[in-house]
């Protein structure tokens, strides 16, 4: 919340003087060291104005661009890609390890009130898994 006021203040006083960039598209590639820690970073860019618009990600580099840049919104998660596809429980009934699918549900549902949206851009949540 505090983010979204530091940008209307710097918008509406006019304080700003960055340019609305295009964000172009990026498709992580797991690489074999990612597979073995078991997860990768994936960052996501939106216009602030429009929280409609579509949401696009990008690479760690140009979300850096973006960083200072108040007419983007931007988030980013932890993706599992490695681990069990059914939640583990231990004798007494406790979660050992939650599934895959969950740990990323889990990573999305914490950045909704940011990008509410993202959600639908990832409807996949066993996208790159490897087992």
């Given at each position: 919340?505090?983010?979204?006021?530091?940008?209307?203040?710097?918008?509406?006083?006019?304080?700003?003087?960055?340019?609305?960039?295009?964000?172009?598209?990026?498709?992580?590639?797991?690489?074999?060291?990612?597979?073995?820690?078991?997860?990768?970073?994936?960052?996501?860019?939106?216009?602030?104005?429009?929280?409609?618009?579509?949401?696009?990600?990008?690479?760690?580099?140009?979300?850096?661009?973006?960083?200072?840049?108040?007419?983007?919104?931007?988030?980013?998660?932890?993706?599992r890609i490695k681990g069990p596809k059914t939640t583990e429980y231990n004798e007494d009934g406790s979660i050992?390890?939650?599934?895959?699918?969950?740990?990323?549900?889990?990573?999305?549902?914490?950045?909704?009130?940011?990008?509410?949206?993202?959600?639908?851009?990832?409807?996949?949540?066993?996208?790159?898994?490897?087992?």
């Amino acid at each position: 919340m505090e983010n979204n006021k530091n940008r209307y203040t710097q918008i509406s006083r006019g304080k700003f003087t960055g340019n609305v960039l295009n964000a172009k598209a990026f498709i992580p590639t797991p690489s074999e060291f990612d597979y073995k820690k078991g997860f990768i970073r994936r960052y996501f860019v939106q216009k602030t104005n429009d929280k409609s618009a579509p949401i696009t990600e990008v690479n760690s580099f140009n979300f850096g661009r973006y960083k200072n840049n108040p007419y983007y919104t931007l988030v980013f998660l932890t993706w599992r890609i490695k681990g069990p596809k059914t939640t583990e429980y231990n004798e007494d009934g406790s979660i050992m390890d939650k599934s895959v699918s969950e740990s990323n549900r889990i990573a999305i549902s914490l950045v909704k009130d940011t990008m509410p949206n993202l959600k639908l851009y990832l409807p996949n949540l066993l996208q790159f898994y490897k087992s």
